[in-house]
């Protein structure tokens, strides 16, 4: 296990060094930062000085490696726009987005799951369309949309919730439901897909045959067989938690690191926005890693292997 | 039957004389009302100019006072004033060509509780704070918003002359622009530039408390301000980036006003009892402009046939259901005596731009033309107008929409749309500032300006109001049409909206003003 989790760190750094090194040539070429942040109006003497400020004016080899040098320490600069140290604004802005993230995603699965599993038990039934025209709908309209209509019914007609800001918790209310709409949409398709191609396989029929009783039969064979298709998609939408937020930040003026993301690209904030996308990677590199390694514990046979 | 005795009378006395000499304070404090605003950005500095932006100066203004304070609703004005009054300046009086004497209003503290003396005033238009080769390096528009200042001197504890190199009759107007705001100097050396940007120190009605960065912005009032006292216990400008979102937050009670609508907005508002919209036309304006140093648009014919082929009533029309303003020329009426109301409408004539565009030997290759998405409001549909109507007229226009934080090579551009602010209650702003020599236009992107029109420029930088300076301007603009270094469209119209228990008014620039101009029904 030490050996697997090693070559899986191996890989990670490797991932980590090649997105910084691309992000960063990337960001150099996307436009002068100069211009965004002083504006149209700044003399050329302005920008020059701007960018000896901030040691644009080197080589972009000669930035990059004075860019490493500092990030591996901890320290990834400063803001361009507002001279704020950038660990802080990430800091800063990651418990808000997981705030409303986190929360939408475990309700997202507390919802999706259990309705994928009534939709497969009770398959072509009213149920079954009701919960699949649920899910479909939920899964098709954009997230942006899904976030003003529930801002028209419950802040604009009921005017039972708060339509922006991120003031208190009831300001959490309308994005976390947003967002969880939209997963669970997608977990619960899943969620029956998965388990209508277990309950098909000759092995449940062995054990109807046998008389087990249905309840048995999904709790323990069908589910667990299902698991792993599921913690992978499960998986996959988790990358997004950090970064996936970012349009429901928007509508609901939520300034969490999405918010903060789309702030930085707009203004050329490069300080800011190479070490969001840095974090982004770790995090999905993270999720990847705990995912493979919670196959190793479902599945005896990719245990065994390694 | 009431029952009382001495002590009990002396302590009633006792609070009847405390409450007859507080009650119109408390009575005051307790009547106003916690003002919200719904806002669609925020600027990333509160530093008085690093925060020149058009979502800075609303917050900024009011966190700040200058020495003379443009009044918007001088003289019955609806909200388009021009007049300046004295503010941290009690009384001016003009010295020579190149100087004005002030006199300090005395007593007046920073909201940390120090005086505001010559010292600060100096200090806030000296070459150490705005327009040196140090400056530039922590407020880099300093100088670029900077008549040619010299140092300034002070003569005593409250008077001080602002003077400039070469001779300027616009240092009152400057003062009263946004380059004015006073800083306190000790407080303001001590932090530095970046970090005063985030803990902001003035004399204004409204103290600053708290910048969340993309979040929301806080100030709360300065219970001793010199002036009239402020009417809203706090300001907190929340950021609500979507359009819909701020109308849905108003409409749910959230906010008193929101900013940055449009006038498509205005019905769905409107039809609210409790709600209203307020525009205004501000003083900027939409233009395109051109790379010179591309030989696509080197034609001065082939510009001229571009801003003839636009039909720009029909797009005020279409776009801003006629609420947008079309100037005539380089002129608007907030230039005050720089303002020519005579003068001429631009020409639309489909028949010369043909001509012109034969004349000018156009091949028909495609000629782009570079727009960031809507980041000026309707850029988008108005580009696709107008290449209708430049099509009618033989010349073929391409679009290149770029995306928000990403800045095309200057060598990739010939035509890319552009605003600007009319910051100077003068016609210096902005055909001299961003046209002139040594600026932008000329430097920057190529344009060879006629040597009449530089001397021009110097000139009116110069020169008093009057019929000199008046006919200077007039033929300025005429060169200015004639070679088009940019062809002007319209004045946008800002729309805000409000609640109808919040007597407030919008102003034509940038900006918001709350003195004396703020109640609660």
Known sequence: MTGFILSKAVRAFAVLFSTALFVFVVLRFSGDPAERMLGEFATPEAQAAFRTLWGLDKSIPEQFLIYLQHAIQGDFGKSFADGRDVFDIITQSIPKTLTVSVSAFIIAILLGIPAGIVAAIRRDSAIDRLVMATAVLGHSIPMFLVGLIFIFIFAVWLRVLPSSGSSTWRHAILPIATFALYNAASISRFARATLIEVLEQPYIAAARGDGIPPSEIILRHALPNAAIPLVTMLGILATSLLGGTVLVETVFAWTGIGAQFVRAVGQGDLNVVQAMILVFTVFVVMINLTVEILYAFLNPKIRSQQ | MIKTDRRRFLIGASVAALASTTSIKFAFAADRKALKIGVNGLPSSLEPINGISNTGPRIINQIFDTLLRRDYFADGAKGNGIKLMPALAESFERIDDKSVRFKLRQGVKFHNGTEMTAEDVAFTFSSGRLWGDEAIKTVPNGRNFSPNWDEPVVEDKHTVVLRTKTPSYLIEKYLGSWLGPIVPKEYYKSLGAVAFGNKPI????????????????????????????????????????????????????????????????????????????????????????????????????????????????????????????????????????????????????????????????????????????????????????????????????????????????????????????????????????????????????????????????????????????????????????????????????????????????????????????????
């Open chain 2, 202 to 521: 003035g004399t204004g009605p409204y103290k600053f408390k708290e910048l969340v960065a993309n979040d929301h912005a806080t100030l709360e009032a300065n219970e001793s301000y010199w002036g009239e006292k402020p009417t809203a216990s706090s300001i907190t400008y929340q950021v609500v980036a979507e359009p819909a979102t701020r109308v849905a937050g108003l409409i749910s009670g959230e906010y008193d006003i929101i900013t940055t609508l449009t006038p498509d907005d205005m019905a769905l508002i409107d039809g609210y009892d409790d709600l209203e919209t307020r525009g205004t036309l501000i003083e900027n304006v939409h233009m395109f402009t051109f790379n010179f140093n591309n030989p696509a648009v080197q034609s001065k014919a082939l510009r001229r046939a571009m801003s003839l082929a636009i039909n720009r009533p029909l797009m005020v029309e279409a776009l801003w259901k006629g609420k947008a303003s079309i100037p005539n020329g380089f002129n608007f009426p907030s230039y005050g005596a720089s303002f020519d109301p005579k003068r001429k409408p631009m020409e639309y004539n489909v028949e010369e731009a043909k001509r012109l565009v034969k004349e000018s030997g156009y091949d028909g290759k495609p000629i782009t033309y570079h727009t960031m998405g809507n980041y000026y409001a309707n850029a988008v549909p108005a580009l696709m107008m107008m290449i209708e109507m430049w099509k009618a007229v033989g010349v073929n226009v391409v679009p290149t929409i770029y995306a928000p934080g990403t800045t095309p090579k200057d060598s990739d551009i010939m035509i890319r749309n552009w605003s600007n602010g009319q910051w100077l209650t003068d016609g210096l702003t902005t055909m001299v500032s961003e046209f002139g020599p040594g600026r932008g236009i000329q430097k920057r992107w190529g344009w060879k300006a006629p040597i009449e029109f530089n001397d021009l420029c110097d000139k009116v930088a110069q020169l008093k109001d009057g019929d000199e300076r008046s006919a200077a301007f007039n033929r300025l603009r005429d060169i200015f049409e004639d070679e088009a270094p940019a062809v002007l469209l319209y004045q946008p119209f800002d729309v805000y909206a409000a609640r109808k228990t919040v007597q407030w008014s919008p102003v034509s620039f940038e900006t918001m003003e709350f003195r004396g101009n703020l109640n609660f029904k």
